[in-house]
């Protein structure tokens, strides 16, 4: 074997070198070895920071409902126009066309962008139509994006409007129905982890982590088309007397199922302003009011129940002037010896305010409390007002017989109608209600059925030409009724120029199927008795009630041609 | 002979479990994979039905906008000409 010159010094570097090299490789083994096993868990973290997000799936907010199934409330998704002004600047000859398409002032763009140049999301408009929308995508504008957003709409406007209440800019419920059963109505929104790009579109959903739950539907016992037909009728009445406001309410009886119920002045839920306190108020059960003569039946009822006096009864009314307690009530003139029906058809203050002295005022207060005067109805609808009924035991004799003509207490036109509701209803208990639900067990029997009856009997007196409810008949049906005009209780005391007119009323009269209050405050045109304000909106709206809902006429005073068809038998 | 047989078995046994290792492997991947387009295809079709919810959203305000009374009246009163009849034009016909 031959040796090499300096064997040592070859075999030296051979193997600094190999070293050298090995350690390199295995530098960089161990560079990829923590990189890709011991750090993969915090690096993963950060790339998924950059790209990955939980993002909240929108739920829907329950739909509401009619009766039909009539919507009253959607939720409906919208978009808004965004733009990334880095980019949009580049396009900025072709600002115009956006700014044409959406309506804008043509200085409006400049200014919302053109002063955010270093801003990379402004809002350009928010909430556009699906339509509009699509023609801004097809614009093709670099930097122009669109963000979904939700929006409830009303399609009955205003006519709902203190009914349903609104929702915020955040799908809560604000008012009404929307507040009330808020829980119910509003969605559980889901999450979804998305990667995202630098925009933050979305590029791909990795997973979905709680599915979103659509918010219930609500189904009312509202009829839309009732509904309109009195908030139309009330709208031309509230005008043509120069009223302040008023209120209509109409119930089926036999399940209390509120079938319309609107108010004057009303607002448009589907619109942010003109949102007053005054308007936005549902004054059908907020707004107490004094009953005045519309509460005679109830007292009539109350002293026939207790057997002081029967349906054939004369009062003596002579000399129409009565002095309680140093105060005189007044008729408009004497009507002597009359029946409880004569005092109800004439509306005779001195026959009711006789009648309610001839009872203890436990008793009128006792009849009263249980007809819901004085109570909430428990319908389901925010803020609803109690009423006033002071306790008999604080009443004064002039208290005592003021009440009798709808003095000194106070209702909402729900419990008016609830109490008309219960004498139509053949004197079983009526609970107002806004939802529907199945009925309730058998109701209470708050009046004997023979009382209530005889009362409505005596009602239908007043929609005659000798009754003061002449304008409240309805061609074709029997109609029972009772107009009340209260003088309006201000500061300190009765306004003797302003009043309240109120008629309630029952149709068709022989079986009660449809009780209306309708109440007018403050009219101040020449007419101001209810007979002539109140009664002929129910008129109007019940002939219609009654047509739409196919209730057979009972009339016999225009019987129109009556037929007797051949083949089916009698 | 035995001692050459065991080792023969231990070292099948190694192999299968091996071919169960790769196979479990491939396995998992392929799911992953399937896992990932059954979703994005759900995920699809929740796009879809969203979509077409929006729509019959949209179908169902305008129904509302179309049928509100004003505008039956007016179809009713102008387009068809109809009126309610008079009185002493009703026959009421009367069942049972």
Known sequence: MKHPVFPETGQLRDVMLRSLLLLAVAGLAYRAFYLQVLQTPFLQDKAANRHVRVVDEHAHRGMIRDRNGEPLAISTAVNSVWADPTQFVAVRHRWSELADLLEMPAGKLEQLIGQRLERRFVYVKRRLTPQLADQVKGLGLPGIYLQREYRRYYPTGEVSGHLLGFTNIDDLGQEGIELQFDQLLSGQPGRTRVVQDLYRRWVQPVESLEPALSGSDMTLTLDKRLQYLAYRELKAAVHRHRAASGSVVLLDIPSGDILAMVNQPSFNPNETSGRTPAKVRNRAVTDVFEPGSTIKPFIIAAALQAGIYRSDSLIDTRPGVLEVGGHKIRDHRSFGRITPKQILQKSSNVGAARVALGMDAAQIEEALRSLGIGRSTASQLPGESDGILAPAHSWRKLDQATMAFGYGLSVTPLQLAKAYAILGNQGRDVSPRIVSQPAAARPAQVITPEVADSVVRMLEAVVTPEGTAMQADVEGYRIAGKTGTAHLFRKGGYDKERYVATFAGLAPASAPRLAMVITIQDPKGEAYYAGDVAAPVFARVMSRALQLLHIPADGDSLPTRLVQPKGIPA | ?96
């Open chain 2, 1 to 96: 002979m035995t001692r050459l047989n065991s080792a023969m078995i231990d070292r099948a046994v190694t192999l299968a479990l091996l071919g169960l290792v790769v196979a479990s492997a491939l396995a998992v991947v392929t799911n992953i994979d399937d896992r990932r387009q059954v979703f994005a295809a759900r995920q699809a079709q929740l796009v879809a039905s969203d979509k077409a919810d929006g729509h019959w959203r949209q179908l169902l305000l305008e129904q509302a906008a179309q049928s509100t009374q004003v505008e039956v009246d007016k179809v009713a009163h102008h387009r068809l000409k109809m009126r309610q009849p008079a009185p002493d034009a009703i026959i009421l016909v009367r069942g049972q």
